[in-house]
Nanobody
Framework: QVQLVESGGGLVQAGGSLRLSCAASGGTFSIYDMGWFRQAPGKEREFVSA????????IYADSVKGRFTISRDNAKNTVYLQMNSLKPEDTAVYYC??????????????????WGQGTQVTVSS
């Protein structure tokens, strides 16, 4: 049973920064590709970023490129999302997700098997 718990969300002014954390337990963290997704009220969940199990490859949604950075510390069983230059349109519940994949790194939520409970990020204008 793999469990993921997000933290670090909150209220921030436009242009500010937040760092989200996702702590994993109940599995071998280092074998999982990890992703971040977000969902605003009334909208579908959308992909934000993902990182390969060994940290060797990362992908980002166009909307966050140059502003967000995904990283992981396998020794701490934790994946991070550093969010800079935040915009009101970044307001959403942010979810951490994990999947086993030998080769591909996925942006599709249907490819991920394990999900956290989400953490709220609100960016004021």
């Amino acid at each position: 049973q793999v469990q993921l718990v997000e933290s670090g969300g909150g209220l921030v002014q436009a242009g500010g920064s937040l760092r989200l954390s996702c702590a994993a337990s109940g599995g071998t963290f280092s074998i999982y590709d990890m992703g971040w997704f977000r969902q605003a009220p009334g909208k579908e969940r959308e992909f934000v970023s993902a990182i390969k199990w060994n940290g060797g490859n990362t992908i980002y949604a166009d909307s966050v490129k140059g502003r967000f950075t995904i990283s992981r510390d396998n020794a701490k069983n934790t994946v991070y999302l550093q969010m800079n230059s935040l915009k009101p349109e970044d307001t959403a519940v942010y979810y951490c997700a994990g999947t086993r994949s030998f080769f591909n790194l996925y942006a599709q939520e249907g490819k991920y098997n394990y999900w956290g409970q989400g953490t709220q990020v609100t960016v004021s204008s």
